[in-house]
Nanobody, 124 residues
Framework: QVQLVESGGGLVQAGGSLRLSCAASGRTFSNHAMGWFRQTPGKEREFVAVINWSGGRTDYADSVKGRFTISRDNAKNTVYLQMNSLKPEDTAVYYC?????????????????WGQGTQVTVSS
């Protein structure tokens, strides 16, 4: 069982930066790949980034590649999403999730555990 709590969301101007954190409880954090997803009202949850169990493999949605960086600290049971050069279209609720596998995928049904989400709003 893994419980996830996101933090770090807020309001930022276009071009600015935010760093999201996701703290995990449970002793199996390092067994899971970790992903970030986002969702806006009326739309499906969208893949943003994923990192494998060791941090040696990452994958990004094309829309954030080169601007966002996912990382993890297994000693602190925490995964991060550094978001730079933010755009108004990045506005969404951001969720972290734990994949049932250690490798990581882009597909939400692969993820067993989800946080409650944190709002990110980018003003133009």
């Amino acid at each position: 069982q893994v419980q996830l709590v996101e933090s770090g969301g807020g309001l930022v101007q276009a071009g600015g930066s935010l760093r999201l954190s996701c703290a995990a409880s449970g002793r199996t954090f390092s067994n899971h790949a970790m992903g970030w997803f986002r969702q806006t009202p009326g739309k499906e949850r969208e893949f943003v980034a994923v990192i494998n169990w060791s941090g040696g493999r990452t994958d990004y949605a094309d829309s954030v590649k080169g601007r966002f960086t996912i990382s993890r600290d297994n000693a602190k049971n925490t995964v991060y999403l550094q978001m730079n050069s933010l755009k108004p279209e990045d506005t969404a609720v951001y969720y972290c999730a734990a994949d049932r596998s250690a490798w990581g995928t882009r597909i939400p049904p692969s993820y067993d555990y989800w946080g409650q989400g944190t709002q990110v709003t980018v003003s133009s």
